[in-house]
């Protein structure tokens, strides 16, 4: 079976993502938005064409700070549907700006968002993408447990051998409290 650790490690484009981001606990908010924002603009697409836009993204969705996406309005809505350096999909957009507030809530009924992902470890991959599709907006299962693996809530995506593996694990990321 081949996976992201065969042909990301030296890659250009997807290395420095392996290398220092895939798999890593993550717990800041603008994070854990921008990680949401990431896959959930994938979907449909491959991973190599967001890593790719990923700065315009940062730019075009204010630097992924919840509290200015989650206040975007109409005409928001409107340049970032006419922003050549995202992908233009109307419920991706959309998703980012509702996905916002949901997040800007969290930190009321549970102090932020890591708070409430660590409020519903553990569980299992289809428990969370019930959990996922219930809270948020376009988090369907490949979107939930790629966001989650990429956060370290769902076991390692690296191969065993794979020199970020020990990095990893050296963290103890969620996932490990139920290994």
Known sequence: MTTYCDFAIGSVIHGPYHDREYGFPLED?????????????????????ILKKREGLRAAYSGFDVDTVADYGEKDRIRLLGDSRIIRN??????????????????ESHGGFSHWL??????????????????????????????????????????????????????????????
């Open 29 to 49: 908010e603008t994070g854990l938005f921008e990680r949401l924002l990431l896959e959930i603009n994938q979907a449909g697409l491959n991973w190599e064409l």
């Open 90 to 107: 109307k419920l991706k957009v959309n998703a980012a700006i509702v996905n916002a507030q949901v997040i800007r809530g969290m930190r």
């Open 118 to 179: 660590r409020a519903h470890h553990p569980l299992a991959k289809d428990e969370w993408v019930k959990l996922f599709k219930k809270t948020f907006k376009f988090t369907g299962g490949e979107i939930t447990g790629e966001f989650l693996m990429s956060i370290g809530y769902l076991p390692s995506p690296h191969r065993k051998d794979c020199p970020v593996y020990k990095e990893i694990v050296s963290l103890n990321p969620p996932w490990m409290e139920v290994e």
